[in-house]
T-cell receptor, first 111, second 114 residues
Framework: RKEVEQDPGPFNVPEGATVAFNCTYS??????FFWYRQDCRKEPKLLMS???SGNEDGRFTAQLNRASQYISLLIRDSKLSDSATYLC????????????FGTGTRLQVTL | EAQVTQNPRYLITVTGKKLTVTCSQN?????MSWYRQDPGLGLRQIYY???????DKGDVPEGYKVSRKEKRNFPLILESPSPNQTSLYFC?????????????FGPGTRLTVT
């Protein structure tokens, strides 16, 4: 089993739609969770950290479910500019220096 | 402007010819890391450094070397490149604060080894 698994997509959604991505992780000791965004072959950029209580940033909501070992990202009112690959990132419990990146979920928002 | 820079951005080389990819950050970050990204495999960590003169292997260190003589620089060295090292390479840096480890990535270096 991969340490971090994501559905590769692509998710093709119309503008204005709500879309959700899930990501599962295998290391129950993981303590830090993130969603990064990567535009086509450019550098990844932090979208948001994921907190135990869940957190929201504008149209984006991230949730963490420790019992089931998954995190989710919800995007409301999708924009064309949201088209990108979304990377789920998890640290390896107790080791700040080692992050495991999922292979990413590609989102394509269309008119 | 806070940033991570990498050079070169694109490189085509031949098997066995030593090369160095430079990485520099201006944010006074303690932590720096190198990743490679390949289709279907995602980002995989090659080496990382917690501070000057402190480096350690990541998940795929074979065929690579690094050094951290100054806080701002973390070069990646391929002593004898091979075609399986053809990849997109990213350098990243971050502060070492408990809880959050936002990594700032450089723009990437696309390496082709023929």
């Amino acid at each position: 089993r991969k340490e971090v698994e994501q559905d590769p997509g692509p998710f093709n959604v119309p503008e204005g739609a709500t879309v959700a991505f899930n990501c599962t992780y295998s290391n129950s000791a993981s303590q830090s969770f993130f969603w990064y965004r990567q535009d086509c072959r450019k550098e990844p950029k932090l979208l948001m950290s994921v907190y135990s209580s869940g957190n929201e940033d504008g149209r984006f909501t991230a949730q963490l479910n420790r019992a089931s070992q998954y995190i989710s990202l919800l995007i409301r009112d999708s924009k064309l500019s949201d088209s990108a690959t979304y990377l789920c990132v998890v640290n390896r419990g107790g080791t700040a220096s080692k992050l495991t990146f999922g292979t990413g979920t590609r989102l394509q928002v269309t008119l | 402007e806070a940033q991570v820079t990498q050079n070169p951005r694109y490189l085509i080389t031949v098997t066995g010819k030593k090369l160095t990819v430079t990485c520099s950050q201006n944010m006074n970050h303690e932590y720096m890391s190198w990743y490679r990204q390949d289709p279907g495999l995602g980002l995989r960590q090659i080496y990382y450094s917690m501070n000057v003169e402190v480096t350690d292997k990541g998940d795929v260190p074979e065929g690579y070397k690094v050094s951290r003589k100054e806080k701002r620089n973390f070069p990646l060295i391929l002593e004898s490149p091979s075609p399986n090292q053809t990849s997109l390479y990213f350098c990243a840096s971050s502060l070492l604060q408990s809880g959050l480890y936002e990594q700032y990535f450089g723009p990437g270096t696309r390496l082709t080894v023929t």
